[in-house]
């Protein structure tokens, strides 16, 4: 399974619990830290802890485990690290603090709506 696919299933696992202005971006050209960047958003703390339980079951069960987390106590932001996907989960409040989407501008925004039910 490559990076492309991993994101996806994350996307998928975000959009199946109803998360938020889900956004995926290459930023294989741009950065080392990784290939993909998921962006994503809960309505609460515990909607953001839903979401990314579900990223990490839903990968796990397909052989790709997290390499490492991030946040998991925090009321804002969790990040999960697959090496060559990094998996961002905010609340509203956190995501527009730290406004990735803006931060990772120069990288390529993949068109997920065909992948994405909402």
Known sequence: MNSYDEAIMAVKALDSKKGLDIQLIEIKDISVLADYMVIATGTS???????????????????????????????????????????????????EFYDLDRLWQDGKIIDISDVIKQ
């Open 45 to 95: 703390s515990t909607h953001v802890k839903a979401l990314a339980d579900e990223v990490e079951y839903q990968l796990d069960n397909q052989g790709v485990s997290v390499s490492h987390i991030e946040g998991y106590r925090s009321n804002g932001w969790i990040l999960l690290d697959y090496v060559d996907v990094l998996v961002n989960v905010f609340s509203d409040e956190s995501r």
